[in-house]
């Protein structure tokens, strides 16, 4: 009697960056509207347990408007009707979402518009060696006090300053995820989410 073959891995079974060729979008780093005159400039490195960069990360963000309003707005993944090919953002409407890789020096750079509301940009991560994404989120602007926001409040401050984007001028700011401690620098807080409810 032969062994069966066993059977190809498949991308469930194996870690990857599978995503790496299909969800980044040109301009997927460029969510405020074209000449917009409050776009703000969010950028950072993505590091490992090793602290070295990450070259093949691959960050979602979501926010609200800066009215605090949830932007209903398509637009960030247009295709052309006729070809099927990307046709880019509009560069009017403000959609709320963006995606962006990281470089070969694990680098990412987004351009958008502060969010109202919750002073924070929630961020997911994907990037090799994780078999699922991570929730975190980005603080612009950090309340003034840790427990006007009840996640901030739940943490030491260690903990916390690691959801803190740092101020480098009037309009940009650093965030940098560190997807483990590596003997210097604090691992990112990552939110677990729960999706039966």
Known sequence: MSALPLPLPTPSQTVGPFYGYALPFPGGGDVAPAGHPDTV???????????????DALL????????GSRPRASGSLRRDPV??????RNGVDFTGFGRVATD??????????????????????????????LHTRAYLNHPTEATDDPLL?????????????AAEGERTHRFDIRLQ???????????DFDASH
């Open 41 to 55: 400039t969010v950028h950072g490195h993505v590091y490992d347990g090793a602290g070295l960069p990450v070259p």
């Open 60 to 67: 979602e963000f979501w926010q609200t408007a800066p009215d």
């Open 83 to 88: 070809t099927g090919g990307y046709l880019g």
């Open 104 to 133: 070969a020096d694990g680098h990412y750079a987004l351009r958008t518009l502060a969010p109202g509301g919750a002073p924070y940009l929630a961020v997911i991560v994907f990037a090799r060696g994780l078999m699922r994404h």
């Open 153 to 165: 409040a739940s943490l030491e401050p260690e903990r916390r300053a690691t959801l803190l984007a």
């Open 181 to 191: 401690y590596d003997g210097t620098h604090e691992e990112t807080v990552f939110l």
